[in-house]
């Protein structure tokens, strides 16, 4: 990697991955650093794992969330089906990484895309993307025929006032008919997203949505139109996966079909939207005891104390997702000790810029010091990985253990 | 550069930067894609740089809008007297790609990016940072006497309720008296930044804290403070650059001071923010004629047409500015003519996701097909730049003339 790569960092790793220079408490690492704790990052991977398999489905989880390949290997030595990928340059980058069944949880559009997906299939990866659109599947039938190569489809299953997807069962059926009459395609399932589904009280209109979902897959099914032995249905991101894989469970498909789950964020959790949808599971769920645990983490420095109440730190726009501010964690000295706690009670942040981030300061907040070192929480984190090109993995002492690139 | 980074584009680069394969209308390259139009780029460049020197001051573009060492370059060969940064490792990114002067327009803090710059300083580069508390002063005199070097910084005037940066006078003369205490810093000037003077009518208030500015860096000079033949005196973003020209030039610093001008976002200029901006800049200075021209913009193809009077486009918070949500410029179809352009009249961006937009279509929006290229129109571009490893260089034709890496 060439030296203006490195955003993060300037420990040098050796051969073995563990840091030449650095130690405790991110030394040597230059700041702002997205950070990803070892121990709730390994108990994510096996809770989702878990989870899955005890409703009888597989896993796929987004790596759009990520696009960290050593993320992608983890996912799958623990026991992932696949790796659910949002775009042709993404399914790319994870093929790259090792990779090699890819779902692609949207429509392949552009010849140039289409063109990296057929370069896939030639190098012996299994793609799967969905349509819904005769229009789509006349255009992928003509390139992949041209290809002379086969492309697996599911067809999406949307909502009213959604996003992409058929919105009816007979569109369903006729975007189906359509592959059927395309050699180069190859029927293999029903993909939707609930996350699109909105109303005051979603639960029970997902319920439907999964529903509707089984349904279509069935009505597929029975008319002859799934063209593999073991066909797919998946839906499912990181809100409201536990509706998802209840209804799968119950619809017992799993004799007929590999049912697919897809979440994507779980795998570092949050501090905000998906903190506040995991309550949202325990409460459905109690069953599950303890939830996912947020494993990413910003770490950066306050810049400037310029007058009494407010604090600048150099974290911006840049570094960090902004679906919501972040939020102040904990606080270190430079220099210092991982286990000294300086506190940030009452820290709030105020405003964020492209490179620096406001904090109004409580009254009394003591001893604050150009330097000091603080973790931020945010939300959500396909927004805060998408800024680095790496990040650091690290234990509780904050010694970096491995650099992670991301492949964006 | 590894596959697995290519996120913009498949089309191969010849030695000679022409594309290999693809042509006219983005062909061959993998969307969504960002693009810079060569013809504005061109223009904004001479642009600033005549309006910088029309004004007896020198221009330090800010690099971190671009991060993109091939307009650094540009920006150099147009005249500019060096590139500002905001951060430790952007000055990396700067200095390996050719920039020699280094303007820092922050507090530099942490031991990790303290010994990024000291390994510039070592390396050769010319490198300023900014300065507005005896703490960090302290600080850095530690450092670089370890270091056995000698770092420019120049004080920093904020205002209050702002950002970063001393309120007063006499903080700025302490600071300042601190940094003479120093032997391994040199006290070069003075910075400012008037993007955030707020409130109702900002000009006379800018105008207010360019005086303050000026004052201080006169009196640094009369108490016998700054400790370089031709110390530089700073300020300006990309939306009253106007002012801080004029207010430089009114005082007559050259014979003393090196003026200097930062804009960054005039180099593509935008859609938003910027474009707003621009109208007051030409309100009071109708002398300037035509203005700065937007020069960014992103293409996207539309990815599912769903239900009546909505497209879905293939282009998220992954890939442009959201300051502002986008705005569709243009409308191309996939395999046509630049030249051959389709309606996109009434068409507006309702909603953005990750990787999605929502357009609203109107009534008889006409023939839209699923692949229909459109181009986008951003605020700002600094959000817009950071999500690309590379962008493409466009004629009006829109083939591809050159790629340009990223280096955040």
Known sequence: MRETKRKANTTTLGDKGTPETGGSLLTGVSLPAAAIFEAPLAHNLAWMQRFAASHGAYLAPHGKTTMTPALFQRQLEAGAWGITLATAPQCRAAFAAGVQRLLMANQLIGEANMAIVAGLIEAGAEVYCVVDSTANVEALGRHFAAAGQTLNVLVELGVPGGRT??????????????????????????????????????????????????????????????????????????????????????????????????????????????????????????????????????????????????????????????????????????????????????????????????????EGAGDVRIGDIVAFGASHPCLTFDKWRQLCLVNEGLDVVEQMQTSF
């Open 165 to 362: 997807g058929c919105r009816t069962l007979e569109q369903v059926l006729g975007v189906a008919h359509s592959v059927a009459a395309q050699p180069a395609l190859r029927m293999a399932g029903m993909e939707g997203y609930e996350g699109v589904v909105h109303g005051t009280d979603p639960v029970p209109a997902i319920r439907d949505y999964a529903a509707q979902l089984i349904a279509c897959a069935q009505r597929l099914d029975q008319d002859g139109l799934l063209a593999v032995e073991a066909p797919i249905i998946t839906a499912s991101g990181s809100a409201w996966y536990d509706l998802i894989a209840e209804a799968f469970d119950a619809a017992e498909l799993r004799g007929r079909f590999v049912p697919v789950l897809r979440p994507g964020c779980y795998v570092v959790h949050d501090h905000g939207l998906y903190r506040e949808a995991q309550r949202g599971v325990l409460t459905r769920r109690p069953d599950l005891h303890e939830g996912l645990l947020p494993a990413l983490e910003v770490f950066a420095q306050v810049q400037s104390l310029p007058e009494p109440g407010l604090a600048i730190i150099a974290l911006g726009k840049r570094d960090i997702g902004f679906d919501q501010l972040p939020e102040p964690l904990r606080r270190y000295r430079e220099g210092g000790n991982a286990k000294d706690l300086l506190s940030v009670a009452g820290w709030k942040v105020t405003k964020l810029m492209d490179q620096h981030a406001f904090i109004a300061l409580p």
